[in-house]
């Protein structure tokens, strides 16, 4: 041991030992990074490496090892550091690692990767932020892939460059901005456990989709494939090709006897060629066009989720009964208010309204100014029972529309939040001297995660009207309200 | 409706598939592409089509086709195109300014001026470098590689590789401490040189006339059986190349120091191993369309990149240090950015590449032999496919992942690995450690622009 006023430099001979270099630097870096350690050395004691050593200040005086010995060197702050570094570095070299277990197993991470892990996979589902979206849709594609696109934020451009891609192959690009499909029984993105029966359904709208196909289900029939298309699949610049496609595969698709259209209404030469389109499918279809008068031409139009359901239901032999839920007494105010999760829901309200001449608030509170940084209210209900709780205090608003949403991909329990919202605001206006009537429908079905029944007991528990549509709930409201007061 | 049924590739959310059955869905663990530069990644996508495949296809065929052999031991100046010309001097990495270039490469270009007598002292090499005296350029534009500094000068001994018509050159590896690989340019590094050019050179020139040429695709081919990666260790195969050569040097004249030299060397065969690279990799240069890999190199400033369908061109990005295990008294703060071309290995599919077939060296990658197999795994990733020579072993004998290819590189995020020497910042310390480098992603961006330019051209 050498002590100086640099700190000391102790040495230590291990006779014939062999180690590999790189398991020496290794040793010595970990030596280094002990406190009050300054340098430390692990080498083979060959001349070249004495010379390193000399060269850098490390040998102690009369080290003077043979070439198979294995020599630590430490400089360090004091005797008892440098000691303490050589006793753990001994032991460091004559440790026995113990086995660290199996192999880890590479988790994919590309689309080509994944078909690699899966030669068998038919869809991609993509929900990566939208930017990024348009490389794995295309991956996607050109993989031989259909594709169900829930990502938003995706140009119109790039929709029509991809959906011609799609369209090039014959596969499906449902999307961009596409929630919900059942293909072949089996359910994607926000879908409900819907029996599978004999309607087709292709979709520009989710929450439309769920309702036209919950409804189906109640009227004891079901779905054959539902495709969504995306929102603007026909808008004019899209010009409805992957709705074409959709139809192509519905129309030769054996499971399926009757087909149904769900979309807001679109550009007129694009809705003219749908109607020509559908009237040559050979097989009954229905258009159902959010806010169109109801027209019974060569291909029926409807106007509302629940007539475009009601008429498909017919077609395949299981009249859906929707039953008449008993008005209370109409409130004192005659404003009515909607807040909705989902945005097909909230137009078929307005379109009941608005053809009942009530004016009214109806928002869709899972639109994108909404969302800004937080999750879409079906996920996250928080947001829209801080508002409906707030209605409560609102003098103008004497009827409250709701929607709720169960199935796959939405909150795990939705009805507690909104039933306890809505039971303080009934509780706020009764404090202020007001009756606030709360009027509600569940999108579900019996066999969705959330439970259907329990969802409605635990509205109703808190004094929500339940009904069995959301086009019932609000013809409930024209019924409350015809010719009141819009609130502001 | 879907042919082969609902089976979900899920790229994000999981709970977007909650509906179906769990056996159906690979969720995979996405990231975005092109390290977050989406009009890269678009690119990447739009050059991800038959023509590409069958471009790369060809090029790896090229590649795998060379079957280098060490032919003869010469002089540079003889053999190297151009560098028996005037006062040439060639570096490792892409061309660089002489103001710019690090210590090392300085220290090597003084070393060898001095070998070469163009100056007598340090401080006149210096200066008739910097008067640009001296022509300098890269060695990867001469047909040559050279590991660090990789200074190459006419009177150096080179190894010649060939196959047919071609050739390629890479310098004699000088062994470890104080060499002017990694910048040293001391009377004993200089000396060492003076002993390599007329004694070392000549003698195994001889040995080869003797002995006849080396396969250097099963030398390395077996060296990977036994615990060498091709790069940082080389044990196996500089033994078996001296135990190749060993009875013709026994009979040269001076022989015996060759010998000598030869067994206190284990990084003999790491020049072979470049040269057969630059060989192998050289015959995909300028294949249209191919978005293969042909060179990796840094020289201490900046790391270059070629690739396959833009032919001789670099693209370059500043380098960093390498992340390494030191020798006795040096650290990071010590060592100089990463420089050398021996990434020419990995662009093989050796080095850093085939860690699975290097037990003893797994610490420079984490730490265990699978840590190895992890990261022979992971270049898989960006490769092309395997080399049909040299099998790894710990991987059932798989070939080792052969063949860079920018669009898996640009699609996973997956930087290539390379095993390199840690040389000190300033001229004439020389190595000071080992361990790895990525390759930095900004060459991969260039690269993948500058193929769509060629693509819509």
């Known amino acids: 041991m050498t002590t100086t006023s640099a700190g000391a430099l102790a040495a230590r001979v291990l006779p014939r030992l062999y180690r590999d270099s790189v398991t020496l630097m290794a040793l010595a870096s970990s030596l280094e990074r002990r406190a009050g350690v300054t340098r430390a050395g692990a080498v083979m004691g060959t001349p070249g490496n004495l010379t390193v050593l000399e060269r850098s200040g490390m040998r102690p005086v009369g080290l003077a090892p043979a070439p198979d010995d294995l020599v630590l060197v430490v400089r360090g702050l004091d005797e008892d550091v440098v000691a303490a570094a050589l006793d753990a570095g001994e032991a460091g070299l004559v440790a026995v690692e113990p086995e660290r277990g199996g192999r880890r197993r590479p988790v994919p991470q590309t689309v080509g990767e994944g078909r690699a892990a899966d030669p068998g996979a038919t869809l991609a589902v993509v929900s990566t932020p939208g930017t990024y979206a348009p490389v794995v849709v295309e991956q996607a594609l050109r993989a031989g892939l259909h594709v169900l696109c829930f990502s938003d934020n995706v140009t119109t451009a790039d929709e029509v460059r991809l959906k011609a891609l799609a369209v090039r192959r014959r596969l499906l690009l449902m999307g961009p901005d596409c929630g919900t499909a059942i293909l072949d029984g089996v359910p994607l993105g926000f879908a409900n456990a819907v029996r599978r029966g004999p309607v087709g359904i292709v979709a520009a709208s989710g929450t439309g989709a769920q309702e036209v196909s919950c409804l189906l289900h109640r009227a004891g029939t079901g779905v054959s494939q539902l495709v969504g298309v995306g929102g603007r699949d026909l808008s004019a610049e899209v010009g409805g090709t992957m709705t074409d496609l959709a139809l192509d595969l519905l129309s030769t698709d054996d499971t399926t006897a009757v087909v149904v259209v769900v979309s807001k209404p679109p550009a007129a030469q694009v809705a003219q060629r749908l109607l020509a389109r559908l009237a040559g499918l050979g097989k009954p279809a229905v258009a159902c066009l959010l806010g169109q008068d109801d027209t019974d031409g060569a291909v029926p139009v409807r106007g509302t989720l629940e007539g475009g359901a009601r008429l498909a239901a017919t077609l395949v032999g299981a009249p859906l009964h929707v039953g008449a839920v008993v008005p209370p007494p109409a409130p004192a105010a005659r404003g009515v208010l909607g807040l909705y999760t989902g945005g097909t829901l909230a137009a078929e309200t307005r379109v009941v309204l608005a053809r009942a001449g009530v004016d009214a608030q109806v928002l869709d509170l899972g639109a994108d100014e909404y969302t800004v940084g937080r999750p879409h209210p079906m996920i996250d209900p928080s947001a829209r029972a801080e508002r409906v709780a707030a209605a409560g205090g609102r003098a103008d608003v004497g009827v409250l529309l709701v929607d709720l949403v169960l199935g796959f991909g939405a909150a795990a329990d939705p009805a507690t939040p909104l039933a306890r919202a809505a039971g303080t605001a009934v509780a706020a206006a009764r404090a202020d001297g007001r009756d606030l009537v709360v009027l509600a429908s569940v999108c579900g079905t019996d066999g969705d995660p959330q439970g259907l029944d329990a969802a409605r007991r635990t509205l109703e528990g808190a004094g929500v009207l339940v009904h069995p549509s959301n086009a019932a709930a609000a013809r409930t409201a024209v019924a409350l309200v015809a010719g009141g007061g819009v609130p502001a | ?457």
């Open chain 2, 1 to 457: 409706m879907i042919a082969g049924g609902v089976r979900v590739l899920n790229v994000g959310l999981p709970a977007v598939v909650q509906g179906v059955p769990a056996q159906d869905v690979v969720q995979l663990d996405w990231r975005p592409p092109a390290f977050g530069d989406v009009a890269a990644a678009r690119l990447g996508v739009v050059l991800d089509d038959d023509v590409t495949r069958a471009a790369n296809r060809r090029a790896l065929a090229a590649v795998h086709a060379v079957r280098p052999q060490l032919v003869a031991v010469r002089p540079a100046r003889d053999v190297v195109p151009g560098l028996g010309e005037g006062r040439t001097l060639l570096h490792a990495g892409p061309p660089l300014e002489v103001e710019r270039m690090c210590g090392p490469v300085r220290g090597a270009l003084i070393g060898a001026v001095l070998l070469e007598g163009w100056a007598g002292t340090p401080t006149d090499a210096l200066a008739l470098i910097e008067a640009g005296g001296v022509t300098l350029d890269a060695c990867h534009h001469h047909g040559a590689v050279g590991p660090m500094a990789g200074v190459l000068a006419p009177s150096m001994p080179v190894l010649v590789v060939q196959d047919g018509a071609r050739r390629a050159y890479a310098s004699l590896n000088e062994g470890l401490g104080r060499v002017l690989r990694f910048g040293a340019f001391d009377a004993e590094v200089v000396d060492r040189l003076r002993w390599m050019r007329d004694v070392l050179g000549p003698v195994l020139d001889g040995a080869l006339r003797a002995g006849g040429s080396v396969d250097v695709t099963s030398l390395v081919a077996q060296s990977l059986t036994m615990g060498d990666e091709g790069h940082n260790r080389c044990t196996a195969a500089t033994l078996l190349l001296a135990r190749r050569l060993a009875p013709c040097v026994a009979e040269q004249d001076r022989g015996v120091e060759v010998l000598r030299f030869l067994a206190e060397n284990d990084h003999f065969a790491l020049n072979l191993s470049m040269a057969a690279a630059k060989l192998s990799m050289d015959a995909a240069v300028g294949v249209e369309h191919s978005t293969l890999v042909t060179a990796m190199a840094r020289n201490g400033v900046e790391f270059g990149l070629r690739v396959a369908g833009t032919g001789e061109r670099w693209f370059t990005a500043p380098v960093d240090a390498a992340d390494g295990l030191f020798f006795p008294g040096y650290g990071i703060a010590d060592a100089n950015p990463d420089l050398g071309d021996s990434a020419i290995t990995e662009t093989l599919g050796i080095g850093g590449f085939a860690m699975a077939a290097a037990p003893a060296i797994t610490l420079f990658v984490g730490g265990t032999p699978d840590d190895a197999l992890d990261t022979t795994r992971s270049m898989a990733r960006i490769t092309l496919g395997p080399h049909p020579a040299f099998r790894l072993p710990a991987l059932n004998f798989a070939g080792a992942p052969s063949g860079i290819d920018v669009l898996k590189v640009l699609d996973t995020g997956v930087l290539p690995v390379i095993n390199t020497g840690i040389a000190h910042r300033e001229a004439g310390v020389g190595q000071i450690g080992a361990g790895i480098v990525e390759a930095p992603a900004g060459v991969f961006l260039q690269a993948v622009r500058a193929l769509h330019e060629v693509r819509v051209r």
